[in-house]
């Protein structure tokens, strides 16, 4: 009865040790109890250095992160200050523009106001000038030299001589143009003649044209007489020169040249028309003269 009575309470022991916590299959009931002590206290001790350490990093974090914020609300105030900056800069910039562009505007209408006061100078001063030469004349083709010590006299003598005028003109000034003494062989320097009195100087034009290429000096030189005129004005008046060559070849048809520069035409009819535009003069120039280009 001993023997199979201790084998089954041996059995009972093994399977109670078996079925209760923290044993392990193979050991002693009071080495489990050890091991399982020790690894709840290892369990536990991992569990405080994980709490531990993940209460470091969170830490840590928090002070990036308060570091990070700092950092990010210093860039933000910066960045709010030179925005704040650069509209105020931009306000000051428009309002520049706006005074400028005012400026600009009030310059324009200034400039526009003082260039015609300039032409209308200009005009005035290119009239005086004009009115200055209506009595003077030049007279081209006279050699170097033979006036002598009085041009005046020598002029006025040669003028009555060979435009066969009744009385000797009266010449208030007579010289010579003031350029450069010509060298030998260059033509002769003209002749400038201021005449007394306006009729005898439209006279002394009128022989001349009359005379046209028979008029010569004594000895063979051709000899020329124009009004002296001003840079300008003569400027102006050769613009004609193509419309009045058109004219020449239309019979019937008179023009002339009034002053300053204003082109008169008289039709056989005796219709006239005045241009003060060359451009004008020449087209109807154009549709009087004869060939393929006339209406």
């Known amino acids: 009865m001993s023997g199979p009575s201790a084998r089954l309470k041996a059995t009972k022991k093994a399977h109670e040790a078996a079925e209760s916590p923290g044993a392990l299959p193979g050991t002693p009931a009071g080495s489990n109890q050890l091991t399982l002590s020790a690894f709840n206290e290892g369990m536990a001790q991992m569990k405080t250095d994980i709490c531990g350490k993940m209460d470091s990093v969170v830490d840590s974090l928090r002070a990036e992160i308060a570091l990070v914020r700092e950092g990010a609300q210093e860039s933000m105030n910066n960045l709010q200050a ?107 320097r003209p002749f400038v003649i201021r ?36 840079a300008a004005v003569a400027k102006k008046r050769a613009e004609f020169w193509k419309a009045k060559q058109m004219l020449r070849s239309v019979p019937g048809v008179k023009f002339g040249l009034l002053f300053p520069a204003r082109l008169r035409v008289t039709l056989p009819d005796g219709k006239e028309h005045y241009f003060e535009n060359p451009t004008e003069a020449t087209v109807f120039a154009k549709r009087l003269a004869p060939g393929p280009g006339s209406v």
């Open 82 to 188: 030179t925005s704040t900056a650069h509209e105020a800069r931009l306000v000051e910039v428009e309002k520049c523009a706006a005074f400028c562009d005012n400026t600009a505007t009030e310059l324009l209408t200034k400039f526009d106001k003082l260039k015609c006061e300039v032409t209308d100078l200009q005009n005035k001063c290119d009239d005086l000038e004009g009115r200055q030469r209506r009595n003077n004349i030049r007279v081209l083709g006279v050699p170097e030299g033979v006036e002598g010590p009085h041009p005046t006299e020598y002029m006025a003598d040669l003028l009555g001589d060979l435009l066969q005028l009744v009385d000797k003109p009266v010449l208030d000034q007579a010289h010579r143009s003031s350029r450069a003494k010509p060298r030998a062989g260059e033509p002769p």
């Open 195 to 230: 005449v007394h009195h306006f009729q005898t100087k439209e006279l002394i034009l009128r022989k001349s044209r009359a005379a046209g290429d028979s008029l010569k000096f004594p000895g063979g030189n051709r000899l020329s007489i124009f009004p002296d005129l001003a």
